[in-house]
């Protein structure tokens, strides 16, 4: 299935880092990931579906009520898109705010980059 580079990104932010539910994550990240994608964050680099599932899932278990919403639409510029968002509990101030970059092939992830910006 080919995704819209801008859905490709919603999706990952809420179907794969806002899961809590392993296997709704993994049939996310199996839908909208290539198999060889890779997942780059701050702490690290993330290679495979296998490796991108093991992290999504220890991410959300250190904040399992946290929601990533986004703050603005997202944007697309070639292969690649990229959307600002916020994250937290559901109702209170955002704890941090990043942006996700993502390059796509053939309606799917091949790269994933989350940033880390201030909140404003």
Known sequence: MSHSISTLLIHSLEDVFGENDPARR???????????????????????RDEIHRIAGVIKVTHPDFRYQPIAPPEELGDGGRVQWVSGSPGRVPAYAGTAFIIARDGRIAALYHFFDKLR
Do not use: L
């Not at 199996?30 to 680099?45: L, M, S, T």
């Open 26 to 48: 993994r049939a996310a990240i199996d839908e909208i990931f290539h198999e060889d994608a890779v997942y780059y964050q701050p702490n690290g680099a993330y290679r495979g």
